[in-house]
């Protein structure tokens, strides 16, 4: 494994710079010609963190994909949660998913492009959804997927790709991704920095560093349109392409080469952050959300704010949420209680209870489970995660069986926010609003909710800077 090391966050503004202006118009040519429904697959509902005024549904079924093909819009994600699912469980829904795109695709007569949305900090289920997606799609459709594309790039979230190697910023350093907290994760860890050599180690050989197909941010910034276009046009067997990026305006040029490539007859999948679903989306620049936007008018209860996830920068934006300008209660869900007999169902309703009282005078709450994670005797990494579910599950049942309509919900977390969306508030198509801070998306629930027409904030678990929950809470209490 090649050695990488921080880097001071100055090397950004040392690469060379480019006319946006001309990219944009560039870019808006390439992608009327695409003429391709853009389908996003979300593993957690944090994918739509960079996009405003298109639709995000929380089933695959036939008929939801009909109604996503035929939207009106250019893309369309669909949540399925999956980063929350065993092996078997996501092996089950991307044989089911791949089945209902193909079906809806030829019943419509609309082709179409799958980005697989997943984690910036490269955590999923890689490579086995995109490569069930990619041999059930040729078996069924008779295309022939040339490659697979990652791009890990989520300028919102801190996250560059430079010189092939993905980092993650952590103040003043931008910090190689295998040596964050994240590449140790239990269920999802790995050792690689390098983006060739993440791959090669996350199919475990079958595709090999070297094949990997690098686009150079050189030629990025050379506006090397040509010579990016014919990288692409070389790629065959499904083999990986890598995207340097440490702007949108990077992504944007790959775009264009992408979109030339598509017409010359290229067929490609994704694995990708959340910034290629805005740029290929066509998903134009939004102002952040103000409370008028975001609190409905007349509602003179609490709101209340979820916290499932348990990454440091969770934790440190939950103890400057302490620090909030405007009263909070804080009331803790004590997780361990998974380890007693029916604990869990018990802790539900004791947190419910004083929830709802102060919700119902007019006081908002933090609802947080135990920063201390349950230890669990055994290895077995399904077994670990179908803990980790349970508590989850638990916790979300805060929100499903509140009886007190909040002035606004926050969920933190990814995994508990897309469970807030689906099992608590019972979304099954909501509109995305926009972002109330950079990177923290709204969803406006849709009339079939347990709370319609009320806008919920997915706060993803590892991005903003450690006061951004704090701010954003501000926001929403005026």
């Not at 289920?125 to 799609?137: C, G, K, N």
């Not at 239990?186 to 199919?203: R, W």
């Not at 807030?420 to 909710?449: D, H, N």
């Amino acid at each position: 494994m090649s050695e990488v090391k921080p880097l001071n966050v100055s090397v950004l503004a040392d690469v060379k710079p480019v006319d946006t202006a001309k990219v944009d118009e560039m870019l808006k040519e390439a992608l009327a010609g695409l003429n391709k429904k853009i389908i996003a697959l979300d593993d957690d509902p944090t994918g739509v963190q960079t996009v405003n005024n298109v639709y995000v549904y929380t089933d695959w079924s036939v008929p939801t994909l009909e109604q996503a093909f035929n939207d009106g819009k250019s893309i369309s994600f669909i949540l399925t949660n999956s980063r929350g699912f065993t092996v078997a469980q996501t092996t089950a829904a991307h044989h089911e998913m791949a089945e209902n795109i193909a079906e809806v695709s030829k019943k419509l007569g609309k082709d179409f492009i799958i980005i697989s949305r997943s984690d910036s900090t490269l955590r999923g289920h890689f490579p086995l959804e995109t490569s069930i997606l990619r041999a059930d799609i040729e078996k069924l459709t008779g295309k022939k997927i040339d490659g697979e594309i990652l791009l890990p790039f989520f300028k919102e979230g801190g996250r560059f790709t430079l010189n092939n190697t993905h980092y993650v910023k952590e103040g003043d350093q931008l910090t190689p991704a295998g040596m964050t907290e994240f590449a140790k994760d239990k269920t999802f860890g790995y050792k690689s920095s390098n983006m060739c050599e993440y791959v090669e180690e996350k199919t475990k050989g079958e595709f090999k560093a070297a094949d990997v197909t690098c686009i150079a941010l050189e030629d990025i910034r050379n506006l090397e349109i040509d010579k990016i276009a014919q990288q692409l046009m070389a790629v065959k067997d499904f083999n990986k392409v890598m995207v340097n990026a440490v702007d949108y305006v990077d992504v944007k040029i790959f775009a264009i080469a992408f979109c030339k490539a598509v017409a010359a007859g290229k067929e490609f999948m994704f694995r990708s952050a959340a910034a290629i679903t805005k740029v290929l989306g066509g998903v134009p620049d939004k102002a952040l959300l103000t409370k008028e936007e975001l609190v409905p008018a007349g509602n003179t209860n609490g709101g209340i704010v979820l916290i499932g996830s348990h990454v440091k920068k969770t934790t440190m934006q939950f103890e400057e949420l302490k620090n909030c300008k405007k009263p909070l209660n804080f009331i803790e869900f004590h997780a361990a209680r998974v380890l007693e007999e029916g604990g869990l169902d018990k802790e539900v309703k004791e947190v419910i209870a004083k929830a709802e009282e102060y919700i119902s005078n007019g006081q908002s709450v933090v609802v947080y489970t135990s920063r201390e994670l349950v230890k669990l005797d055994t290895d077995d990494k399904d077994k670990i995660l179908q803990v980790s579910v349970d508590i989850s599950n638990a916790v979300v049942r805060v929100i499903g069986e509140l009886t007190v309509k909040p002035s606004f919900i926050v969920a933190k977390g990814g995994i508990t926010s897309s469970d807030v969306g689906t099992k608590a508030l019972r979304v099954k198509k909501a509109t995305v609003m926009g972002q109330i801070k950079p990177g923290i998306p709204v969803w406006m629930t849709g009339e079939e909710s347990k709370f319609p027409n009320m806008p919920y904030v997915i706060f993803p678990g590892n991005v903003g800077e450690v006061t951004t929950l704090r701010e954003a809470v501000e926001i929403l209490m005026g």
